[in-house]
């Protein structure tokens, strides 16, 4: 990386410290969320140090909150992750190096990780954007969770009067929202609404946003 310039660095510093500070208050609701399913500390910085992503964190957890089990759990937070496996394809030729190097680069291959990496208009770049994009987010991530935990957890009147609470269903629409410029997307996002309010009544708690995956099989319309 030494030929990336200093204020090139500085710039793409700049842009993942901006990203992980965004993401912070998710970091903190996610503890609040994690106290509420009767996670303890330990297991919350578990969930945050070793699964890091926070849209299948916030699955598994309400998963579990609402008497979902363990599989369940995994399963919903499997298919909120499956993206990540492009992100893969799309950074490989930026991040070669020993396999030890790749597999802990692996750790921080997350939305924001990979939007700081791509942004970046030479290789060199974009592999510093990577792990710096990852980096910052994993430490504020983690930070904040434990915040979320240990000082918010059990306040739950003064998260849901300040309206912290929001942020989780905010987080997912986040995530949802600029994929429903395409019309098929849209037909997908309806039909999974659809199979997960139906299952709602008749399967078991967690099942039911397992398969509203299942909307991802529907046909493509014809010209």
């Known amino acids: 990386m030494t030929d990336i310039s200093k204020n090139v660095r500085n710039r793409i510093l700049r842009q993942a410290l ?3 500070f965004a993401v912070t208050p998710f970091g903190l609701a996610f503890g609040i969320a994690a106290r509420e399913a009767g996670l303890n500390i330990f297991e919350a910085m578990g969930f945050s140090t070793l699964v890091f992503t926070g849209s299948a964190q916030f699955a598994a957890v309400s998963v579990l909150a609402d ?8 399963l919903a937070g499997a298919l909120l992750n499956l993206r990540s496996l492009a992100f893969g394809v799309a950074l490989a030729p930026f991040l070669q190096g020993r396999l030890r190097f790749r597999a802990t680069a692996a750790q921080l291959m997350i939305d924001e ?3 700081v990496g791509m942004a ?3 290789p060199s770049q974009r592999r510093y954007g990577y792990l710096a994009g990852g980096l910052a987010v994993f430490v504020l991530w983690n930070v904040s969770t434990a915040a979320g935990v240990l000082f918010f957890g059990a306040m ?8 912290i609470d929001a942020t989780i269903p905010a987080a997912f629409l986040a995530l949802l929202w600029p ?5 098929r ?6 039909g999974g609404a ?4 139906l299952g709602v009544p008749v399967l078991p708690p967690g099942l039911p946003i397992v398969a509203a995956g299942l909307a991802v099989l529907l046909p493509r319309r014809t010209p």
Request: net charge neutral; charged share 15%; no cysteine.
């Open 18 to 20: 901006s990203i992980a």
């Open 67 to 74: 008497g979902g089990s363990a599989l369940t759990a995994v």
């Open 113 to 115: 990780a990979a939007a």
């Open 120 to 122: 970046q208009p030479e």
């Open 156 to 163: 739950g009147d003064v998260v849901t009067t300040a309206g």
């Open 179 to 183: 994929r429903l410029a395409d019309s």
């Open 185 to 190: 997307q849209r037909r997908i996002a309806l």
């Open 194 to 197: 659809v199979i997960a309010l």
